[in-house]
């Protein structure tokens, strides 16, 4: 039997990509196609792909001419695939000429003639209206957002809002094409999407404002603390078709996704144990320490250390105690314990108590150890029994992070996802409940 192998991204799947897989189709007997992961493409720089892998492989699939697909992951990967599958030809598009001569040691190297007028970028630019965002709350976490968005196809930055509106004219100075807004309709006749960067407990209300308002909505972690209000939200969205994400960083990075991915097909075995661990030093005068702004450790920083423990295990556990040391009615440091049926999991979060910031996620076959800061993840191992089958991954974190939530966001208004496919409606929620037991001090012993 002879088999052929392709590679590609396969994007908004046109007749250029089925004129090329039939073509291929052609060369022999058993065709596989490899497609590239997400991960993968936002490492080789392309941020703008639309469908995402699942829905990418589902297009692929439909052609009805693939007899295996596959997912290419890193860099290298082609040479390892057409030995494991035993390939005969690999065979390509007319615009990769010369880039491939490489895997002629291994098998035959065909470039098939590319089907003119017509490619994934170009679909992509005949269908893309620009998102005009407005950002609330123009403080320090905000001032990333601007640099971060550039990166992004398809968003300009177009508005501000701040309560004090000193601060948002600043933010207007530093930021080119940025307008200051002193009043917020006239703010939300100006945009189609907000990004709010406000205190955590202004969060609800303005994410329902906006939401009213008719705006998609990214907002900043913990979106709100409190499980019926983060329900109400949600349901307000759906309702109006509009998208609401929680913008958590680490849960749209590359590196993080793919630890999620593997770990979920049974690379490390059964999940038994989640340890996770943040802490930040902070000057004790910041709004951070302040109790009737939600201050602490829990709030500032819980939803990160919760993210992988809720990925891996879900939202359906048995118990969570806290134990935390407080200072002026806000924790310095908790130690949270999460009992699930068959796992239990702990993390620490700290504001005036350093931690070791590693993850580490214990299985039946292995452990994945994840060195801190473990939350901007760009290199993680599987570590085994036998020391010889550590496996280690490197990833690229870019700049501050932020531009793979941009980029999840404006793939969801494009793609008419309710929400984030990297942090999901039920994940968010059961942040929320969490946050909630610790504001009402459920289970909760201070040390
Ligand atoms: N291809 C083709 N004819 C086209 C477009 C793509 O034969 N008009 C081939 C590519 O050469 C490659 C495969 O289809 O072998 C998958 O290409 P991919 O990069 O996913 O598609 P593009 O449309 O080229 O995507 P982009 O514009 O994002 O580069």
Redesign the pocket.
Same mark, same amino acid.
């Given at each position: 039997m002879k088999k052929v192998i @392709?590679y590609?991204?396969?994007?908004l799947l046109?007749q250029?990509?089925i004129?090329?897989l039939q073509k291929a189709k052609e060369l022999g007997d058993y065709l596989i196609v490899g497609v590239t992961n997400d991960s993968f493409d936002k490492d080789r720089g392309k941020l703008n792909v639309r469908n995402n892998v699942l829905e990418r492989v589902e297009a692929v699939k439909a052609t009805g001419l693939a007899d295996k697909i596959i997912i290419e992951d890193y860099v290298g990967q082609k040479i390892e695939d057409v030995l494991k599958y035993n390939v005969d030809i690999f065979a390509?598009?007319s615009?990769?000429e010369g880039q491939f001569d490489y895997l002629n040691e291994f098998c035959q190297v065909i470039y098939?003639p590319?089907?003119e007028g017509?490619?994934? @970028?170009q679909l992509r630019a005949e269908t893309q209206y620009n998102v005009n965002i407005g950002i609330i709350g123009c403080g320090r976490v905000a001032s990333r957002f601007p640099f971060e968005a550039k990166v992004v196809s398809g968003i300009s930055i177009t508005a501000a809002y701040d309560q004090d509106y000193a601060v948002c004219c600043d933010f207007e100075k530093k930021n080119i094409g940025v307008k200051a807004y002193e009043n917020l309709n006239d703010f939300y006749s100006h945009v189609d999407a907000v990004y709010i960067a406000t205190p955590h407990l202004s969060h609800y209300d303005c994410i329902k404002k906006s939401l009213l308002a008719g705006k998609h909505v990214l907002c900043e972690t913990p979106m709100v603390l409190n499980e019926l209000q983060a329900n109400e939200l949600y349901n307000i969205a759906e309702e109006r078709n509009l998208v609401l994400v929680e913008a958590n960083k680490t849960a749209h990075c590359p590196a993080f996704n793919h630890l999620i991915v593997m770990i979920k097909s049974g690379l490390i075995g059964e999940v038994v144990d989640i340890e996770a661990s943040l802490s930040q030093l902070l000057d004790k005068s910041g709004r951070e320490f302040d109790v009737n702004q939600a201050g602490g450790a829990m709030f500032e920083q819980g939803s990160y250390p919760l993210l992988p423990i809720l990925k891996l295990l879900g939202p359906e556990f048995k118990s969570l105690n806290f134990y935390s040391k407080m200072e002026k009615n806000v924790d310095m440091h908790t130690k949270g314990v999460i009992l699930y049926p068959n796992a239990v999991c702990s993390f620490k979060v700290g504001l005036g108590v350093k931690t070791e910031g590693s993850l580490v996620i214990s299985g039946t076959k292995g452990y994945a150890y994840v060195p801190a800061p473990w939350w901007k993840t760009d290199y993680f191992e599987l570590r085994y029994e036998n020391q010889n089958d550590t496996k280690k991954f490197f990833y690229k974190w870019d700049g501050f992070g932020l531009r793979y939530e941009i980029q999840e966001f404006i793939g969801s208004i494009y793609n008419k996802r309710p929400t984030s496919t990297k942090l999901n409606r039920k994940e968010s929620i059961c942040m929320a409940r969490i946050m909630q037991a610790f504001y009402e001090k459920k289970n909760f012993i201070e040390i």
């Open positions: @392709t590609g991204t396969f994007d046109h250029g990509h004129n090329l390509i598009g615009d990769w098939l590319r089907t017509i490619s994934s @970028t």
